[in-house]
């Protein structure tokens, strides 16, 4: 409960403040990623510096969420505040990939707390028909964090240093938090709920062992050594463990019933999917400009950019013609510009041009906004008002979960592929033929070691890599365009679920 006390706008302010902090540190470090290997070394960990950060958010969000209903938002706000102030602290200390990477799960760790309890706090002190407008405000922040986070990084590494993308983090934070301590008034109740944190550890041990199997597959470990099938026993194990335990958990970190319910599975997996593509895109698109297009970092933000110019449009739309055309038709435009997106991408190779990158992203970006904005109507006027709460958590944790292994999937299919054409080319190098030639390319000191043959030659194993990178996104959005084209043909508000 909130005070008459609480003084909405700076409230609001504070809260877009922290949803844009958070929110503009998932774009940012893409564009960077290539400047930062080639300082700290370790391109075959060039994934877990995206996997850490959206892992602990996905096993975070829905812990922060029911602590902020026993302890209050303030409280919890400020504390993933602060912890993610102290990763970002660290992220720009880092003398190695290693270390990066823990202070990157720091980060996330924090970042967990600020989506939940910001959109819970606006929930707290506007009303009903005031939430509407308010939530498009909180919408716009994720539109342009998209747009200024690569465009950001880009500045940064060209005119200072990269750890800036970092330390940029903290004043905003102070900010928020500030905000937040001083202009919201609430009572707290203290409410008495279990927290699941047997059936978020379970999914931490499921999800980690996934991720750490799609990276090191065919890269550190054959796919049939006894460290990769111990992992997969061990994800399957966990995950019958999880499952166990989200029956008989009185609060469950996932509520199963809602699965039954045809629609809500079809487009949670499909969120799944297409958060996993869009984290493909995101992840490694700029390092392919920047490696393979030759061109410099704040081109590779512009290219980037261009999934947020789409987004918010296509959204738009979606919202306008879902009533006249219905969800599936509306979904399903989506669908398809997915594809043309994907198979621009794909197409690369051949049109080896920034413009052509950038309008695969607008598609990308279009698809995302159709697709996303019509699964959220959907489900949310296919299920009673006591069970929308849990029913709409559930697609943004499915997005996310898809973001956190696709991008160790996809990176793994970067190492795997890299390693595998350096066996087979390498005898033309005159150093050891392992990933790391590749942080050697990114340094312009190092740079100067190889010959111009043999940097055209690591430059051709990067291309050959990220384009099969490209062929897994294609995929991605095939199977994604084929669960949106099996949606149910009637309007959704015909159904509903009222368990």
């Not at 590494?157 to 990269?162: D, G, K, L």
């Not at 970190?253 to 958060?275: D, E, P």
Request: with cysteine.
């Amino acid at each position: 409960m909130t005070g008459k006390q609480t003084k909405r706008p700076f409230v609001l302010a504070a809260v877009m403040l922290g949803m844009f902090m958070a929110a503009v540190e998932a774009t940012i470090v893409a564009t960077a990623m290539p400047t930062i290997v080639a300082d700290l070394g370790g391109f075959s960990l060039f994934s877990w510096v995206f996997s850490a950060y959206l892992l602990m958010q996905v096993v975070m969000v829905p812990i922060y969420g029911k602590l902020s209903d026993i302890y209050g938002r303030k409280l919890i706000f400020s504390i993933g505040v602060t912890i993610f102030l102290i990763g970002s602290f660290l992220c720009g200390l880092a003398p190695s990939i290693e270390f990066l990477i823990i202070a990157r799960l720091i980060q996330g760790l924090g970042a967990g707390a600020v989506q939940p309890v910001a959109t819970t706090i606006v929930g707290d002190i506007y009303t009903k028909e005031e939430r509407a407008k308010i939530q498009g405000y909180l919408a716009s922040v994720w539109g342009i964090s998209s747009v200024l986070g690569p465009v950001l990084g880009g500045l940064f590494v060209a005119f200072t240093h990269w750890k800036w993308i970092f330390w940029v983090n903290i004043p905003f934070g102070l900010i928020a938090m500030a905000g937040i301590i001083v202009f919201l008034k609430e009572d707290v109740d203290q409410e008495k709920r279990k927290i699941d944190y047997l059936g978020s550890g379970f999914l931490l041990i499921t999800v980690s062992a996934l991720m750490v199997v799609f990276i090191q597959g065919g890269v550190q470990w054959n796919w049939t050594s006894p460290q990769i099938i111990s992992l997969m026993c061990i994800a399957a194990l966990s995950l019958i463990a999880f499952l166990w335990q989200e029956k008989r958990a009185e609060d469950p970190v996932m509520s199963l019933s809602i699965w039954q319910h045809r629609l809500i599975a079809l487009a949670n997996i499909a969120s799944l999917t297409l958060g996993a593509m869009l984290i493909g895109v995101s992840s490694f698109l700029p390092t392919y400009v920047q490696i393979v297009l030759n061109q410099p970092a704040i081109i590779a933000g512009f290219t980037l950019t261009m999934i947020s110019v789409g987004w918010p449009i296509s959204s738009t739309l979606a919202g306008r013609w879902i009533i006249p055309l219905g969800s599936r038709k509306t979904a399903l435009i989506g669908g398809v510009s997915l594809m043309i997106g994907a198979t621009m991408f794909l197409t690369l190779s051949i049109v080896q041009h920034p413009v052509w990158a950038g309008a695969g992203s607008f598609f990308l970006g279009a698809g995302m906004g159709f697709s996303t904005t019509t699964f959220i109507v959907s489900i949310q006027s296919s299920v009673s008002w006591r069970m929308r709460g849990v029913a709409t958590a559930s697609n943004m944790f499915m997005r996310l979960l898809g973001s956190a292994l696709g991008v160790a999937l996809l990176g793994g299919i970067l190492n795997s592929r890299m390693q595998q054409f350096l066996m087979e080319q390498g005898d033309e190098l005159t150093i050891e033929p392992s990933i790391d030639v590749v942080n050697m390319l990114l340094d312009p000191v190092g740079r100067e070691q190889f010959s111009a043959e043999e940097s055209q030659l690591i430059q051709e194993g990067i291309t050959h890599s990220l384009n099969s990178v490209y062929i897994g996104v294609f995929i991605l959005a095939f199977i994604s365009f084929l669960l949106i084209f099996s949606l149910p043909k009637s309007d959704m508000q015909n159904s509903s679920v009222n368990k």
